[in-house]
């Protein structure tokens, strides 16, 4: 990593989640552990927070545990604003708003990429094409999108 920029990775609901779950457990605690070492630097938000106190217990209790690693970004009225773009592009519908506000949030805090296990909403590849047409639109850099699988530093 010397010399090459740290990636600014969002992290939205999902993956926290995803340390507890059979199917994804191995690539978030993974990515995570990567994230202590600081090969990463961890962006969530505002929205994760809410969204995580519906989550069980050990899920709260991690998101915690990552805080001292993580720059948590608020909800900005350009994040609203492009959400609102995303939304008006039918990306997604009304009843998906905060996938559209995590997608924005990102873009709008400068991350290079979010990292996700919503595959419906935002690591789909119909979504994300669309995600960066209308950031491009809006003035805003396009952003990568992946599952953690993907950009895991494998020994």
């Known amino acids: 990593m010397h010399g090459r920029k740290k990636i ?3 992290v ?12 994804f457990d191995v690539a978030s605690q993974r990515f995570f552990s990567q994230v202590k070492r600081k090969e990463f630097i961890l962006v969530t938000s505002a929205v994760v927070y809410e969204e995580l106190k519906k989550a069980p217990e050990d899920v709260r209790a991690f998101f915690q545990e990552m805080l001292p690693y993580s720059e948590v970004i608020e909800i900005t009225q350009g994040s ?12 997604v519908s009304l009843k998906y708003t905060n ?28 979504k ?18 992946f599952s953690s699988w993907e950009v895991i530093k494998y020994d």
């Open 12 to 23: 939205d609901t999902s993956v926290f989640g995803g340390v507890f779950d059979d199917e």
């Open 80 to 91: 609203l604003y492009l959400r609102d773009a995303y939304l008006k592009a039918a990306i």
């Open 99 to 126: 996938d559209a506000l995590h997608v924005a949030m990102a873009t709008f805090a400068g991350c290079d990429i979010i990292l996700s296990w919503n595959f419906k909403h935002i690591v789909h590849f119909d």
């Open 128 to 145: 994300i094409p669309l995600y960066n047409a209308v950031n491009t639109l809006n003035g805003y850099n396009p952003i990568s999108i």
């Open 8 to 10: 600014r990775a969002y």
